[in-house]
Nanobody, 122 residues
Framework: QVQLVESGGGLVQAGGSLRLSCAASGRTFSRYAMGWFRQAPGMEREFVAAIAWSTSYADSVKGRFTISRDNAKNTAYLQMNSLKPDDTAVYYC??????????????????WGQGTQVTVSS
């Protein structure tokens, strides 16, 4: 069982930056593929970024967001730059036991955090 706890969300002006963190429990963090998803009000949850041996990004965040991980700290990160009001959402991190390939589908993930709110004002 893996527990994921997100932090780092908040209110930021358009053009600003935030860094989200996802702290994971357990001893096998390095074996998991990690992902970030987001859900805006009235919208379905959507893929944002994923990391395994490589990375993958949604087209809407390419060049602005960077996913990374520190296996020694059991933590994954999402650096978000040049934020836009359309980035406003609850951001969730997720872990997949199939760890070699970055996963973009929600169904590929086994564990989820509780989410952290990101609000970008115009």
């Amino acid at each position: 069982q893996v527990q994921l706890v997100e932090s780092g969300g908040g209110l930021v002006q358009a053009g600003g930056s935030l860094r989200l963190s996802c702290a994971a429990s357990g001893r096998t963090f390095s074996r998991y593929a990690m992902g970030w998803f987001r859900q805006a009000p009235g919208m379905e949850r959507e893929f944002v970024a994923a990391i395994a041996w490589s990375t993958s990004y949604a087209d809407s965040v390419k060049g602005r967001f960077t996913i990374s991980r520190d296996n020694a700290k059991n933590t994954a990160y999402l650096q978000m730059n040049s934020l836009k009001p359309d980035d406003t959402a609850v951001y969730y991190c997720a872990a997949s036991v199939v760890g070699r390939v970055p996963r973009t589908a929600q169904g590929d993930y086994d564990y989820w955090g509780q989410g952290t709110q990101v609000t970008v004002s115009s």
